[in-house]
């Protein structure tokens, strides 16, 4: 008969919270990193410069067909290869932002695919300078509108972030498989886990929320549900 | 350390490509038919069957498909049930497809416009009917791209059958890697081939995203 034992694994709650943390940490450094990496890229794939539009694509169409675990691989690898020895954490983040910064790519292009040329022409209009329009009427506007599908982009990023555990960074899914080798209770460990990132979902959901409410007041004034 | 890259190197690479389809397979189609059932039960008339699906749908969407993965392989055993790497990578993809393909395609059918709704029930057709040859035809054109979308996030997920040791494609090249130790360039190869399959499935996707001439609903994708 078997019997099933929660309370083991409940009992090491510290090692789960650091993971919890850990997966937390590298889930905000990615997202900030990899929306700068990914504002970038979509300014560089309107820039009608052909060589930055080019390199964009090409950055955008690589990371978006291949799978996150084989991009984790070439990086760890590849930065060893160049002689570089660098934390597990640290190659994970890297890698991380790489691959969210070419979805962003998409999402934010998106949105600036979605100002209208009468809203720039406006601006000339109203004789704002070109880095005036650029920030007032396209970025900002851009950026409320793709506003959702921006964040739940960067809440399935930190569930992607799991993988890392495959370079041993020492995330909450890492912290789960040592603690499932230590007590022999895969099935509660999993569980716990499993449950545990689905509450790290609904803060990060709930955070996006409010932080909507602070960057785009707007918004909020026009009625629009976010 | 254990000689250079070879043909036999990539016949092996090929044949983890080969079981990389497989398996994408093998989730499209259990993702798909569970997925068809979630879609109709988030839509359903019993508020249990909504709020049950709709559960679902959030527990799955909120945990990472490497985390099933190892619930089914390690978890299972665990309590007694055994499993075979492929069953278990089977389990999980199809479970975890099925959250969002059954997302998508609650989204499509209820984008079938509501007179088209209103005046089969003026027709005195039955749910069922009303469904079958009214909403579904429909809505099978509205869900063709996204779902021909997410086929890609389906094969760059079953890289992660990889962790339960099943040989696909990301595992053959980390078995390779163990007797070469050429990690970046084995890598890259895998890369490569990996891009080779989902390449094609993504300009298809945005091919009938533009013949459909509406903005994509659902571009989001995990890993």
């Known amino acids: 008969m078997i019997t099933l034992d929660f309370p083991a694994i409940w009992e090491r709650w510290p090692s789960l919270l650091d993971g919890a943390v ?3 940490q590298l889930a905000a450094v990615a997202t900030v990193c990899g929306g700068i990496v990914g504002i970038l890229g979509a300014v560089a794939r309107r820039s009608g410069n052909p060589v930055a539009t080019r390199i964009a694509g090409v950055y955008v169409e690589a990371i978006r067909n291949t ?22 954490v640290f190659v994970a983040g890297l890698a991380l932002t790489i691959n969210v910064g070419a979805y962003t790519t998409e999402i934010v292009r998106a949105g600036f695919e979605s100002i209208h040329r009468s809203q720039i022409e406006a601006g000339e209009g109203l004789a704002l300078s070109k880095a005036q329009i650029y920030r007032h009427v396209i970025l900002l506007p851009a950026l409320e509108r793709v506003y959702p599908a921006l964040t739940s982009q960067f809440v399935l990023l930190m569930l992607a972030s799991s993988v890392t555990s495959q370079i041993s960074a020492e995330e909450l899914t890492a912290v789960a498989n040592y603690i499932q080798s230590d007590t022999y209770r895969a099935f509660e460990t999993y569980i716990t886990v499993a449950v545990l990132y689905v509450l790290l979902s609904l803060v990060m959901r709930a955070g996006f929320f409010g932080l909507g409410f602070l960057l785009f007041p707007r918004r909020r004034r026009l009625g629009t549900p976010l | 350390m254990g000689g250079s890259l070879n043909a036999n190197h990539l016949v092996f690479l090929l044949q983890g490509a080969l079981w990389t389809i497989v398996l994408s397979v093998i989730a499209l189609v259990g993702g798909g038919i569970v997925g068809f059932v979630v879609a109709l039960a988030r839509i359903a008339p019993s508020r249990v069957v909504r709020i049950a699906a709709a559960g679902y749908v959030g527990l799955i969407q909120g945990t990472p498909l490497l985390v099933i993965m190892f619930l089914t392989f390690f978890g299972l055993p665990a309590i007694g049930i055994r499993i075979t790497p492929l069953a278990a990578a089977s389990v999980s993809l199809t479970i975890y497809v099925a959250a969002y393909l059954g997302e998508i395609w609650r989204g499509s059918i209820l984008s079938v416009p509501t007179p088209q709704w209103e005046a089969a029930e003026g027709l005195a057709l039955s749910r069922g009917q009303r469904m079958l040859r009214v909403v579904l035809p429909q809505a099978i054109r509205i869900a063709t791209p996204p779902t021909v979308g997410f086929v890609v996030q389906i094969i760059k997920n079953t890289s992660l059958a990889s962790v339960v040791g099943f040989v696909e494609l990301a595992r053959s090249g980390q078995i390779i890697n163990n007797s070469l130790f050429e990690p970046f360039l084995i890598y890259a190869i895998v890369a490569v081939l990996y891009f080779a399959l989902c390449y094609p499935v993504s300009r298809l996707s945005r091919r009938l995203e533009r013949r459909a001439g509406q903005p994509r609903g659902q571009t989001l994708a995990p890993a």
Not at chain 1, 80 to 85: I, N, S
């Open chain 1, 22 to 24: 850990l997966t937390l």
């Open chain 1, 67 to 88: 799978p996150l675990l084989v991009q984790i691989f070439l990086v760890y690898f590849g930065l060893a290869t160049l002689g570089l020895k660098l934390s597990a």
